[in-house]
């Protein structure tokens, strides 16, 4: 616009200020002479107006009509053609303080500022303005000309691009501090990316992965896995919970959950894929721990019927009336139960729940309750010699247990399970061990002992090594079963 005003001579060619300069044309020539800049005007892309010293606008073109959304009134409209004006943060901008009225008032051209016109229809538009005074030869102000660039959609595209900026920031802020691993690899299956919670799943830092193959963290017997997962991301599929086993920077295993999802460019190609793997390490032994419960609670529960089983059979052979039998097997079910109690934590007055202490004798005496009286050759069924020990509160469960184990198994299989067999506990301190000796004798012959260990067996064992320390051992005799437990004193032992 400037280089147009140069090239006609200063102010004189545009409309509406032609006959204050050229008052002597011919009309002809006059005429004729703004019907060119008319016509020129009206062909620019950008809105052009102009005013007199007044700010009384003096012409305007179309696309200035149309970015107003009004058509001013020539020689009564001041200073813009807007309905209403706002600066970019929205504070109303009054007409006679907009940029073409600084312009005049200030004599010189107004650059950098932005504006709002709000159009009748309430639409907004986002422009820069361009204003520039106008003076004839004598240097005196005749009036100003003002170009307005509508940067609306310039404004909301860069809009869109800070939205989709902090949108990217944040969503790298979340995958850096994720607690669960996150990399993306291109479709060579080359790492890429890399977040913290990979370095603290996997152990190496990013600098170590990136540009680095992602069979690095694969085992070498699962290699096989990767081209089919990148066949399944050139495909366009996700791969949701994919459970499986990566490798750590120092050679170990460790069980994840895998997410693989396609990572799309601009245009829409498949250019690599998203993986978000999370440590299941502890959901895993927990699902065995669940597992071995239930296990657990299966056997115990058949062992409680096994013993109910073995009392009333035991009772059966020395009742003689019905009256007899339910008596028996009535005190029986009840020393079990007191056996049961000592195992119990009670609660004190202020709501504490104390662990009992109890001696391993009386533990042993009560458990043996149900299997009370005399064998066919007026022998004790169970013999308790040696040492006593008072056990510690949380020791008291776990010895029950043992104790309970043995027995039941004696009363299904071995001395308990006939009127002549019994049970000799011997116990023993030495060098800080406790041990503890179970033999049982006038039990079945035991010709072939088995080789097999059963769920109980197992449990026995891991309770002792687990849980005491100690170590356990049992021998198949054909005169009868004997048990070896062997723990440290200070892990059973209450001060």
């Not at 013999?383 to 020990?389: F, I, K, W």
């Not at 891991?462 to 849980?467: I, L």
Request: neutral net charge; charged residues 25%; contains cysteine.
């Amino acid at each position: 616009m400037t280089g147009l005003i140069d090239q006609m001579g200063s102010a004189t060619a545009l409309p509406g200020l032609l006959d204050d300069r050229i008052p002597n044309l011919p009309g002809r020539l006059l005429n004729g002479h703004r019907r060119d800049s008319d016509a020129i005007l009206q062909s620019l892309p950008v809105a052009v107006y102009t005013t007199d010293a007044a700010g009384r606008i003096t012409f305007y073109n179309e696309t200035a009509a149309q970015l107003w959304g009004v058509r001013p009134e020539l020689g009564k409209s001041e200073f813009c053609g807007s309905w209403k004006m706002y600066w970019p943060d929205g504070t109303p901008l009054p007409h006679d303080e907009c940029p073409m009225a600084s312009t005049l008032k200030e004599k010189r051209p107004i650059r950098g500022l932005e504006a709002i016109a709000e159009r009748p229809d309430g639409t907004r538009v986002r422009f820069i303005p361009y204003p520039s005074p106008l003076f004839d030869d004598s240097g005196t102000l005749i009036g100003a000309v003002n170009t307005l660039v509508d940067i609306t959609e310039r404004h909301e595209t860069e809009q869109r691009v800070r939205e989709s900026e902090a949108r990217y920031r944040d969503i790298a802020a979340i995958v850096e501090s994720s607690e669960d691993a996150v990399l993306t690899k291109d479709l060579n299956g080359v790492i890429t990316s890399w977040n913290q919670g990979a370095t603290r799943l996997f152990g190496y830092v990013a600098e170590e992965t990136i540009g680095k193959p992602v069979t690095i963290l694969i085992p070498a017997e699962r290699h096989d896995e990767e081209p089919t997962i990148l066949a399944r991301v050139r495909r366009g599929e996700r791969i949701d919970h994919y459970e499986t086993v990566r490798q750590r920077k120092d050679g170990s295993a460790v069980d994840i959950s895998l997410t693989v999802s396609p990572v799309k460019n601009p245009e829409g190609k498949i250019v690599g894929a998203s993986k978000i793997a999370r440590d299941i390490t502890d959901r895993r032994q927990a699902e065995q721990q669940q597992r071995l419960l239930l296990r657990e609670m299966d056997h115990r529960v058949k062992n409680l019927f096994a013993l109910a089983s073995g009392v009333v059979a035991l009772s059966a052979r020395s009742a003689t009336t019905p009256q007899e039998l339910s008596s028996a097997v009535r005190d029986r079910l009840a020393a079990l139960a007191r056996a049961h109690a000592l195992t119990l934590p009670v609660t004190s007055e202020g709501g504490k729940r104390i662990d009992q202490s109890t001696t391993l004798h009386l533990l042993i005496q009560t458990i043996f309750l149900p299997y009370e009286g005399r064998t066919d050759v007026d022998r004790p069924r169970v013999a308790v010699s040696g040492p006593d020990l008072r056990l510690a509160g949380g020791k008291v469960t776990t010895f029950a247990l043992l104790l309970h184990e043995f027995a039941t198994n004696a009363a299904k299989y071995g001395a308990l399970s006939t009127p002549a067999g019994h049970v000799k506990i011997d116990c023993f301190e030495a060098d800080g061990q406790f041990a503890l000796t179970w033999r049982e004798r006038g039990g079945p012959r035991i010709d072939n002992p088995t080789d097999s260990e059963g769920f109980g067996t197992m449990l026995a064992r891991a309770t002792v090594k687990d849980q005491l320390r100690g170590a356990i051992s049992r021998e198949w005799e054909p005169e009868g079963l004997t048990i070896r437990l062997s723990v440290p004193r200070d892990r059973v032992a209450s001060e």
